[in-house]
């Protein structure tokens, strides 16, 4: 059946911008860098999915008719993105074709379609029970740990985000085998989440999961199915959990604070961007020499150089030297907001622990350097 809807062009952008994230451009299946667009009683409901993450929105529109079909996401987006004018036709049906035209026909795009009946169904999940976050609070904590995941697909447990709880507080946490990040937030009724082992949310989903809440002022969190549910206003993602085990973090956590250092967050960052510089492009080291009342930042790049940099600090104990990457340093205090942050530095072989009286219930580990 042929489907004519006109669409306010900006709500139709929106929903389309967290679509095409979704769909998978570089898959073989051709179907999977699609948006399946359906279109029912004066609503235009638009799905993709990777087969790992799926997306689903709705657009309210004035209908004509009713129909499905399937558009290549990306050039779909990259039309409406484009388009000059505040309201937009979509005409078409899957043997003809879809048309995208402005209300006076001054312009128009005309898009091959593929069939919806070959597009992967999506999970049903209605009746999952359900948690609210504040959008502000969700994108706040996966910004914290994000950094901390696993780019390595290799392995698999540490490439997402460990979410659970710990009694009224949601917590998330994620590790690359070299750094930790963990932040707990309370969220009233969370323990209604089936999270007592933690669920695995997929690094990708968990990016999506952070762009949606920015703009949402209330988020629902659920889990059904081996899925991860986050519905909004206009829309819903489900992400599929990883299998695996993921490590005991708590196990990790040093309990000795060792040695106890105060330092201004920014003027720290500073100066280790200045200084790794010079030091070696792969990992980044940086040797701290660290005095009572100041450290000495060294970045070495063998016989290209080196540059040295001494800051003032709070330090009473013993002179000590130690080394870590300065990227993985720099990513916890690009997501802090204390001033002045706490170092507690163990040896070589226990990572340093890294808090702020402004970042509460976050901690960050970062194992040092063995050079």
Do not use: W
């Not at 609210?132 to 609070?137: C, Q």
């Not at 003027?267 to 980044?284: F, I, N, Q, T």
């Amino acid at each position: 059946m042929k489907m004519k809807a006109v669409i306010e062009r900006e709500k139709l952008l929106k929903i389309l911008n967290r679509v095409q994230a979704v769909a998978d451009r570089k898959s073989s299946m051709a179907i999977l860098s699609t948006v399946l667009v359906e279109g029912r009683e004066n609503v235009l409901s638009l799905s993709a999915t990777d087969l790992e993450i799926g997306y689903r929105g709705e657009v309210p529109v004035e209908m004509e008719g009713e129909g499905a079909f399937c558009l290549p996401a990306r050039k779909f987006y990259e039309i409406v993105r484009n388009f000059p004018r505040e309201t937009l036709i979509l005409e078409g049906e899957v043997e003809g074709g879809v048309e995208i035209r402005d209300l006076d026909q001054d312009i128009t795009y005309r898009l091959s379609t593929f069939a919806p009946e070959d597009f992967p169904s999506l999970p049903d999940i209605s009746g999952e029970t359900v948690v609210e976050v504040p959008g502000e609070t969700l994108e706040e904590m996966l910004e914290k740990t994000l950094y901390a995941a696993a780019t390595d697909e290799a392995r698999y447990a540490l490439s997402g985000i460990l979410v659970t709880r710990e009694g009224e507080n949601l917590r998330l946490v994620a590790t690359d085998g070299h750094r930790l990040s963990l932040v707990d937030r309370e969220v009233p009724g969370v323990e209604v989440l089936p999270l007592e082992e933690g669920v695995i949310v997929p690094r990708k989903a968990a990016q999506e999961i952070k762009r949606i809440a920015s703009e949402e002022v209330v988020v629902r969190l659920g889990i059904q199915d081996h899925h991860f549910v986050v519905s909004s206003t206009e829309g819903i993602l489900l992400a599929r959990l990883i299998e695996g085990q993921f490590p005991d973090y708590r196990a990790v956590i040093p309990r000795d604070p060792g040695r106890r250092v105060l330092v201004h967050r920014e003027r720290l960052a500073e100066a280790l961007k200045r200084v790794s510089l010079l030091a070696s492009d792969k990992y980044r080291v940086v040797r701290f020499d660290f005095a009572p009342g100041e450290v000495v930042l060294t970045g070495s790049g063998g016989e290209l150089g080196e540059a040295r940099e001494r800051l003032p600090l709070s330090y009473e104990g013993d002179p000590f030297t130690i080394n870590f990457n300065a990227r993985y340093l720099l990513d916890v205090f690009n997501v802090m907001e204390s001033e002045e942050v706490e170092l507690d530095i163990g040896s070589e072989r226990t990572p340093c622990r890294i808090t702020g009286p402004e970042d509460p219930g976050f901690l960050a580990l970062v194992m040092p350097m063995a050079v």
